[in-house]
């Protein structure tokens, strides 16, 4: 019989935090299913980070008190998501002689490297490393080196990305997972990062392509080409900024803008079709909204068109659009990823969004769904959630592990290193 581990995702969003846990084979690291999985609204987190750990705790404590009414078998291992525009690449470079006498690079020469190339004067002294991602290999003045382990050579030269992130937001996090009553080791996953795993393979991150999640607080961007991973950016700015929107352009509540983009939004010229349409490509038919105000005596109407409607969301839509084209031209690769543009989160299941971000950026585009969650894989918005309790056979079986004081608890750094 195969030896299995229970393991559990924590994924703390701008809305709403989700909790999965699932029973994976150890050997090959497949999820055989799904024992476990609940949502609740968030509460403390603001456009992505965590500003009240005790708020968001209270949350967390809720979604594990259920799972032990549940019975779950225990977890081995917690899988927790950070985000935020804190999260930040940062340019290095490691440089070593080969040690071995003949010249034959070894593993501990690429883990001394690896050393090396973390080893930098961060701007800010509040910052830590979460995770290394080689970009090149220089061998005696040789490029374009994929693995070099096994080479022979006498100088060998690493020019990576640092991931970093605010102590304060990792701090947070931790805070909130013991408010939550959690006491076991945690590893920190940044959130744009469980969703390449989610749902990208390694042929489209060999081909070239760009990912983009748009949750409640944030959008996020993730652009890869021959494996690699060329850009990462996080912006402040997501699916709730729209909701803001049609509350100002409509003088209404938020709770009815919210209504009013779930059920009529659209970023497409043909409208929701759930209006019968004339000549125009909207129709001119006016809908009306009830709002109920408990202290009124009289209902207020709200009176608006798709026309008026779909003019504020895709202005939205395209200002998140030109965030992410401005880094994806940082490496240009503008109009040139054959393995296009992948959507995810919750902001992605705008109707029309596809059609436009086909148009914004002249690539392909669709949809992504997490894959190898049984049960999980028609809803882009649990991509975060899935690919956090999610093997890669690209990744590392290296890492290191950093005790967190005054926290009491120990972070295994994510994702750990890209080491070949």
Do not use: H
Not at 52 to 69: P, R, V
Not at 124 to 150: A, C, M, Q, V
Not at 153 to 171: I, K, N, P, Y
Request: glycine share 8%.
């Amino acid at each position: 019989m195969a030896k299995t581990q229970v393991v559990t995702g924590i994924d703390i969003g701008t809305s709403i935090i989700k909790i999965i846990t699932a029973r994976k084979d150890v050997e090959t690291g497949k999820i055989i299913d799904i024992l476990f999985f609940r949502t609740i609204d968030s509460s403390g987190v603001q456009k992505g980070r965590i500003k009240n750990t005790q708020e968001t705790g209270k949350k967390i404590a809720e979604l594990f008190s259920d799972m032990q009414k549940e019975k779950i078998p225990k977890t081995s291992e917690f899988f927790v998501s950070i985000n935020g525009n804190k999260l930040e690449l940062i340019n290095t470079k490691g440089l070593i002689n080969v040690s071995q006498a003949g010249g034959k690079i070894s593993q501990e020469d690429i883990e001394r490297i690896y050393q090396g190339a973390k080893a930098v004067n961060l701007q800010s002294t509040n910052k830590e490393i979460l995770s290394t991602f080689p970009k090149e290999w220089i061998l005696d003045g040789e490029r374009e080196i994929k693995d070099p382990l096994g080479l022979r050579g006498t100088r060998l030269e690493l020019e990576a990305f640092l991931l970093s992130v605010l102590s304060s937001d990792t701090e947070s996090v931790m805070e909130a997972i013991n408010q939550g009553g959690i006491d076991s080791e945690i590893t920190i996953v940044p959130a744009i990062l469980a969703d390449t795993r989610s749902v990208l393979d390694s042929s489209k991150k060999e081909l070239g392509v760009a990912l983009i999640s748009i949750g409640a607080g944030t959008s996020s961007v993730a652009v890869f080409e021959e494996g690699n991973l060329l850009n990462l950016a996080v912006f402040p700015i997501g699916s709730t900024n729209i909701t803001n929107d049609i509350a100002i352009g409509f003088k209404t509540e938020i709770e009815i803008a919210e209504k009013i983009k779930k059920e009529y939004g659209t970023c497409s010229k043909m409208g929701t079709k759930k209006i019968e349409m004339d000549i125009s490509p909207f129709s001119e038919e006016k809908i009306q909204i009830e709002t109920s105000n408990k202290k009124a005596k009289n209902k207020n109407v709200i009176v608006f068109s798709e026309k008026e409607l779909n003019k504020i969301i895709e202005a939205r839509v395209c200002e998140i659009f030109d965030l992410i084209d401005k880094e994806i031209k940082k490496v240009s690769k503008q109009g040139l990823l054959p393995g296009g543009i992948v959507l995810v989160g919750g902001g992605a299941k705008l109707p029309g969004i596809v059609e436009l971000a086909k148009k914004e950026f002249n690539l392909p585009c669709r949809i992504g769904y997490p894959k190898n969650v049984p049960g999980m894989e028609k809803d882009c918005s649990f991509s975060t959630v899935c690919g956090l309790i999610m093997d890669d056979t690209e990744e590392s079986t290296e890492g290191e592990v950093s005790s967190k004081e005054g926290i009491g608890k120990k972070i295994m750094k994510v994702f750990k290193d890209f080491i070949p």
